[in-house]
């Protein structure tokens, strides 16, 4: 995380979208990183929440990157 001295490993594509929102600076590993996949898991409870679809959709769109 930029300015703190923290090292963060996250995928690309989250990666960059926060990075383009400020925050984050991206710097290579200083060894072979494995390829790695983003898993979500929510509660079925909340599918009928108009919010929680919502939020939901807003966070899938973020991860996915800016489209092309």
Known sequence: MSGTGH??????ASSETLAAHGGLRI????????????????????DG???ER???HRIVESLR???A
């Not at 090292?7 to 690309?12: A, I, K, Q």
């Open 54 to 56: 919502w939020l939901w």
């Open 49 to 51: 929440d108009p919010a």
């Open 7 to 12: 090292r963060h490993g996250s995928p690309v």
């Open 65 to 67: 990157g800016p489209k």
């Open 27 to 46: 710097d290579p590993t200083p060894f072979p990183a494995p390829a790695n996949a983003v898993l979500m898991a929510r509660r079925g409870a909340t």
